[in-house]
């Protein structure tokens, strides 16, 4: 090594460790109590581990900790990126929100129903019937199969009522109107026949197949492919209110009554992927995985888009693993904790904001059972939602949780870096994520308070 190298770092070790010491005698740190000695702490432990060319590194960041000094922008430089901003002192940093008008406002461009094209396709749309729509669909499809029970129309009731019964009940419980006021707009139907096909023929199952076949149907239309190929999907809840007791009610404080989360799984071709109601007191976040592992359908997506309900460090690693890609858009971006796989690293720029340590040791051990965790979770043996709610509900953490949870830390850290650094890239996710937020729109529309 440089003999004039060696004593620049024993000149600049001994003002440092002089410094410090002054620091460490004073009154006022001797008052800092627990915080105090911490940092006596970590400073003695890094002087003694430091050495060769990581010194001069080393004696920077705690010293500058502990002398709480700002650190110079030579060693932490400001990023290019116009829209962040990193306090070097304070380890945090934060991203500029867009500016209306700007390159990453996604309300710049008009509404389609605004433009020229949009006004003309109103104008030569027919206005069209929900029933005949419903009718019209079961035509092409046949989807109402699914729904008439094992027995299909050969039972007491004829098949050509049986059917028009079912269309009723599905009018009923779609827009909310009930079996007497759907009985007051159909001629001939009576409450009791819409109630009964509602409870016996509408089963979670049949319901379930039925949507398979529509939107296996949907992706194959070449006009909804324009919108997408159903690579991508986004995740979102939305609160009903449950007047009745039924097992996924509970209460909910936005509601200030009893009600139920609607996680709704939407394509970036607007198809409806999956829909699950589950109880208000648990996190969104549970749910997230169980639209792409048990949807059933020809489409394949393998990136799901969020809000910060929608994921957690343990739900990332979770799907990273099961070979999907959750890219939230997280509230309050600057509170999350950036981590480190070496803690003695060097990344310029970032060092500042990377203050958390990835605890690879826990990871190890624990692998095969981690393996085996999603490999249940592939195989369908459980749930996604109930294996995560399990592992989460332990008195002491578990050890497979706190391994998820330490791999999702790493995804994150990709993926806050990658949000940061792309503005195309965070104006994308919004772009999916308001695909979501227009399907729940259009339910409100058509649901009859």
């Known amino acids: 090594m440089n003999p004039e190298f060696v004593a620049g770092l024993d000149r600049e070790l001994k003002a440092v460790t002089e410094a410090v010491e002054a620091r460490l005698a ?19 432990k890094r002087v003694r581990q430091c050495g060769g060319a990581k010194c001069s590194v080393v004696l920077r ?9 700002p650190r110079t ?32 406002d996604d309300e710049q461009s008009p509404r389609a129903a605004e433009t020229p094209l949009g006004k003309l396709i109103r104008r030569r749309l027919p206005k069209t019937d929900l029933a005949d ?4 669909v079961d035509n092409e499809t046949d989807f109402v199969r699914h729904l008439l029970g094992a027995k299909g129309g050969s039972g007491r009731t004829a098949a050509g009522l049986k059917r028009r019964n079912v269309f009723a009940a599905l009018l009923a419980c779609g827009c909310n109107l ?68 039924i097992l996924s009610a509970d209460y909910s404080p936005l509601l200030a009554d009893r009600g139920v989360t609607l996680v709704r799984h939407t394509l970036d071709n607007y198809l409806q992927l999956h829909g699950k109601p589950v109880p208000c ?42 070979g999907f890609s959750l890219e939230p858009r997280i509230a309050d971006l600057g509170d999350q904790t ?71 830390r790493v995804r994150k850290t990709v993926f806050v870096l990658r949000f940061l650094d792309d503005a195309g890239y965070r104006r994308h996710i919004g772009q999916e994520l308001n695909k979501g937020e227009r ?11």
């Open 26 to 44: 004073s009154n006022r740190l001797r008052k800092n109590g627990s915080q105090g000695q911490r940092l006596r702490n970590d400073w003695r």
């Open 338 to 408: 950036l981590y480190k796989i070496d803690r003695e690293a060097a990344y310029p720029g970032l060092d500042p904001i990377l203050t958390g340590t990835v605890k690879t040791h826990r990871i190890g051990p624990v692998w095969d059972g981690v393996v085996r965790l999603v490999a249940s979770m592939r195989a369908r043996t459980a749930s996604p939602s109930l294996i995560l709610h399990r592992l989460g509900s332990y008195a002491r953490q578990n050890s497979l949780h706190q391994a998820l949870a330490e791999i999702g």
């Open 61 to 69: 960041v705690c010293g500058d900790s502990i002398l709480r000094r």
């Open 439 to 449: 399907s729940h729109l259009c339910l409100l529309q058509n649901s009859v308070p």
């Open 178 to 245: 009930g079996p007497e006021r759907m009985a007051d707009a159909t001629p001939g139907t009576t409450a009791h026949e819409i109630a009964e096909a509602a409870d016996w023929l509408l089963t979670e199952d049949a319901l379930k197949a039925a949507v398979i076949e529509l939107v296996n149907y949907a992706s194959r239309l070449p006009l909804n492919q324009i919108w997408g190929l159903g690579s991508t999907a986004s995740s979102d809840g939305m609160r009903f209110h449950v007047p009745a007791n």
């Open 281 to 322: 007191r648990l996190r969104e976040a549970l749910f997230s995985l169980d639209g792409l592992v048990e949807h059933d359908t020809e489409l394949d997506p393998r990136v799901l888009y969020t809000d910060t309900h929608g994921s957690t460090e343990v739900v990332m690693a979770a799907g990273h693993l099961l």
């Open 133 to 136: 729509v419903l009718i019209d």
């Open 73 to 104: 922008a030579a060693v932490f430089p400001q990023p290019a990126n116009a829209a962040v901003t990193i306090d070097a002192r304070r380890g945090r940093f934060k991203l500029a929100r867009p500016r209306r008008g700007g390159d990453e």
